[in-house]
């Protein structure tokens, strides 16, 4: 079952310019991940943000996490066109089968 | 540094063949987890292990077999393919339970069966 769902599905966005995704989930967990995967490739890690962080910074990344609205955002900064991807986020909750992935956005940066 | 090899990278299997997907770390990690991956359905986990002789069911474990002989390998099998398993399959490991901590993925294994 889908926990996180990301939106919006899709993202169109000129080089420059910042992209925001967004992450909404229905249970409780104890961390929230971000996945980049680039077309025909395997999904590679971004950022890992704990139930009891609100926000946290990678490079051109920021993740914000609000746990009372179980909301979680994604922004890229000044994208380029190697940012172009789908991104997942990804809920983790106690216990070994618990990582549950959304359904991503794609995001397309044009030069 | 390699990390997670997928072999095969792609396969056409007619309905009712067999076939295994091999799937080697090295990490050392003890974790190791099977997803499938179709379109617009996100990634969902077949199976996964916690450790070198263990196994267990995921979300959607029907149709499929695995194994851990070695800490290193995870088997998936499929003894007899369907066209519903049309997907790509990918290939996971990490250090700590995934409820826990990040995953490391292989590149996929894209399996047509007919």
């Known amino acids: 079952s889908q926990q996180g769902e990301e939106d919006p599905q899709a993202l169109s966005i000129q080089e420059g310019e910042n992209a925001t995704m967004n992450c909404s989930y229905k249970?409780?967990?104890?961390?929230l991940q971000w996945y980049r995967q680039n077309s025909g490739r395997g999904l590679v890690h971004l950022i890992l943000i704990r139930s009891n962080e609100r926000e946290k910074h990678s490079g051109r990344l920021r993740v914000t996490l609000d746990t009372s609205k179980k909301s979680s955002s994604l922004l890229i900064t000044a994208s380029r066109a190697a940012d172009t991807a789908s991104y997942f986020c990804a809920t983790g909750t106690s216990g070994y089968s618990t990582l549950t992935f959304g359904k991503g956005t794609m995001l397309l940066v044009s030069p | 540094n390699a990390g997670v090899t997928q072999t095969p990278k792609f396969r056409v299997l007619k309905t009712g063949q067999s076939m295994t997907l091999l799937c080697a770390q090295d990490m050392n990690h003890e974790y190791m987890y099977w997803y499938r991956q179709d379109p617009g359905m996100g990634l969902r986990l077949i199976h996964y292990?916690?450790?070198?002789?263990?196994?267990a069911k995921g979300e959607v474990p029907d149709g499929y077999n695995v194994s851990r002989l070695k800490k290193q390998n995870f088997l998936l099998g499929l003894e007899s393919a369907a066209p519903s398993q049309t997907s790509v399959y990918f290939c996971?490991?990490?250090?700590?339970?995934?409820?826990?901590?990040?995953?490391?993925f292989g590149e996929g294994s894209r399996l047509t069966v007919l």
């Open positions: 292990s916690v450790g070198e002789g263990t196994t």
């Open positions: 996971a490991s990490s250090n700590l339970p995934q409820g826990s901590g990040e995953l490391f």
């Open positions: 249970t409780s967990i104890n961390n």
